[in-house]
């Protein structure tokens, strides 16, 4: 009797959705019980634009129609689109290619390559963390400032900071100067390349310097963000270390460990999951 609830409910959801024209762009299986769109499913289940998953003791693996693999952790909910998953709680494995993202309390996680896979969770503290295990992905604010480009086997971590604690357009941290075809660029220890103005950054070129100053988003997308620098030292003893954190637009970003364990663990006999 409880099966053929079950399976009343799942047709009357798919049924609500087909009189609204909603498509399928996917499906969800799990190896446990889940929730779509808030009905308990056990085993499969299509997924539309917005479907809202969540997962229990058992994992979910979600695969788009484009091709993004998604692999859900315990305790875990996301809304899922064509082009994104909102994490709203828990941890998630993403494999893809962009255009497909993953977005986390404000921030995006695109794919910088084909077959990028890595893992995204919301952790205490208003943090979010980011690993990559293949390829490597870029996080962006909501101002589509990039905060990072975090590269094959590391981890960063964003906490994003109270309102009011910083301006949303300050920037501070360290990095390397470089000057390139009439402009002075900024590569900082999130491996992400920023143009400066506001000053003379000629004896800085080829040495670590410790900045702070205002941002602006891109231009143009693949152009690098503006600082216009306040303050500009040598990264020296009195300074700060290349692993200081960066504080960019109100996020601080630094090195996290311990993301990804979860999942890791739960698919260490199976195959990564792929495109």
């Not at 009343?8 to 889940?34: E, K």
């Not at 229990?56 to 315990?74: F, H, P, V, W, Y």
């Not at 990804?260 to 990564?272: M, R």
């Amino acid at each position: 009797m409880f099966r053929k609830l079950q399976a009343v409910a799942a047709l009357m959801c798919m049924l609500s959705y087909a009189a609204a024209g909603t498509v399928s762009i996917g499906t969800a299986s799990a190896r446990g019980d889940m929730r779509v769109d808030s009905y308990m499913v056990k085993g499969n289940a299509t997924l539309f634009d917005g479907s809202v998953v969540e997962t229990g003791q058992a994992t979910a693996d979600l695969r788009l129609d484009k091709g993004a693999a998604i692999t859900m952790s315990t305790n875990s909910r996301g809304t899922l689109y064509r082009d994104r998953l909102v994490l709203q709680r828990g941890e998630s494995e993403l494999a893809a290619s962009s255009p497909f993202k993953l977005e986390a309390n404000g921030l995006r996680v695109t794919p910088n390559e084909t077959n990028s896979r890595g893992v995204v969770s919301l952790a205490a503290g208003n943090t979010v963390e980011v690993a990559a295990l293949n390829g490597s992905f870029g996080v962006t604010n909501v101002q589509g400032i990039l905060l990072a480009n975090v590269r094959p086997g590391s981890v960063v971590s964003f906490a994003m900071q109270a309102a009011g604690a910083s301006p949303t357009t300050s920037f501070s941290g360290v990095g390397l100067v470089s000057y390139e075809d009439g402009h002075y660029y900024l590569t900082d220890s999130a491996n992400v390349k920023y143009e400066i103005t506001g000053k003379d950054f000629k004896q800085y070129v080829g040495t670590k310097v410790v900045i702070s100053g205002t941002i602006q988003a891109p231009a143009a997308e693949g152009t690098p963000s503006v600082i216009s620098v306040s303050s500009i030292g040598i990264n020296g003893p009195t300074g700060m270390s290349m692993t200081t954190k960066l504080i960019i637009g109100g996020v601080v970003v630094g090195a996290a460990v311990g993301i990804g364990v979860g999942i890791a663990v739960s698919n260490s006999s199976k195959p990564p999951a792929s495109p």
